[in-house]
């Protein structure tokens, strides 16, 4: 092997192993070798202020767009010599640091191990697999009806990658309850948080720590056990429960045949009708629920079916009476094709004002 082969391999397995100081040190030395060789030569051309850094570029990097040249014998042997060899050494292994750099990043995203920095995001704990595949899916397509579009986040102590990298922020942690672990999921600043995990025990002591450290959001907790949902709410009362009706629906469908379907439409934003709420702007609204169920159903063919006090869900009236009044601040829950973005208040306003 050829001296100057050894030379750029031990060179090779060096830089690779070496920091951004040590490439940015060695670049700096070659550079101003490769002046004081140069200006030695009489290469007063390529030694000229913003010229010489533009040639150098240009050669080590080898575009070589050819208007400047050296033009003494002992210029020519300098860039042949050492200024193109080396450069080229220098540059190569400057490229692959950087792409190394992008792909451990990359890397780390992908396995969870990077900090999120997120805000107003919705944020999913605990990974059941299918279910959660489902949840993220479903997330995703409510997502798109909005017009915030915020960032959703899936945060997991199970064993996996990031299952959908590019559309879902990922971070994995050791503990749902240590708080540098979940701040680097954000925990304090998402707008919602979603805690479902194959251990209720687990989904219980999330979702308290949850409300302590970001009591603001919006948190919703799935429990199979029903009996620990009172548990939570009289410690939390702000967090919503989601208990499994599994077999709450295979009752009433033995009953009310069709009802199992019914449910699965209100709830898929894919077949038919579904779901959707809307907070009424503070705008000192008020309104009848007979003169709103009109206007919601001729103007956005639209069904109201119920509405939350000052947004308070506990306090939610289903099927309300027509004769009932509906104000700023109260939440509406209504049936429609699609989710409605583009709420006319004005025009509904003419109910009345108070």
């Known amino acids: 092997m050829l001296p100057w082969l050894k030379i750029r391999k031990v060179m090779l397995q060096y830089f690779a192993n070496s920091g951004w100081q040590t490439i940015l040190g060695i ?11 140069l200006s030695l030569a009489g290469e007063s051309a390529l030694t000229t202020g913003v010229d010489f850094f533009y040639w150098l570029a240009v050669t080590a990097s080898t575009v070589g767009y050819g208007d400047m040249s050296p033009v003494t014998d002992g210029g020519k042997l300098v860039v042949a010599i050492y200024v193109i060899p080396m450069g080229l050494s220098i540059f190569a292994m400057i490229l692959g640091k950087a792409a190394a750099w992008v792909s451990t990043q990359w890397r780390k995203g992908l396995m969870g191990m990077s ?21 993220l899916d479903l997330l995703i397509r409510e997502r798109n009806t909005t017009r915030e579009k915020p960032s959703i986040a899936l945060c997991v102590k199970a064993d996996i990658e990031n299952p959908m990298p590019g559309i879902v922020e990922f971070v994995k942690v050791d503990s749902f309850n240590k708080d540098a672990d979940m701040k680097r999921a954000c925990v304090e600043t998402a707008s919602t948080i979603l805690i479902d995990n194959p251990q209720d025990d687990v989904t219980m002591t999330t979702a308290l720590y949850c409300n302590k450290r970001n009591p603001n959001a919006h948190k919703v907790a799935y429990f199979q056990d029903e009996s620990l949902v009172s548990l939570l709410q009289e410690h939390c009362p702000k967090v919503e429960c989601t208990p499994s009706v599994a077999v709450e629906m295979l009752a009433k469908a033995a009953f009310d045949p069709g009802s199992s379907a019914l449910h699965h439409d209100l709830l898929s934003i894919d077949e038919g009708q579904a779901q959707f709420s809307v907070k009424i702007p503070e705008t000192d609204y008020s309104c009848s629920i007979e ?7 001729k103007q956005y063919d639209a069904v109201v079916i119920g509405y939350a006090p000052a947004g308070n869900v506990k306090a939610m009236v289903v099927n309300p009476k027509l004769s009932d009044t509906v104000s700023s601040g109260d939440t509406l829950f209504y049936i429609a094709p699609s989710r409605i973005t583009d709420f006319d208040w004005s025009a509904l306003t003419t109910c009345g004002v108070s």
């Open 115 to 135: 900090n999120l920095h997120l805000s107003d995001h919705i944020l999913v704990i605990g990974w059941n697999e299918q279910r959660t595949m489902h949840l």
């Open 291 to 297: 003169q709103l169920f009109m206007r919601f159903k």
């Open 27 to 37: 670049s700096a030395f070659y550079a101003i070798s490769s002046y004081i060789a």
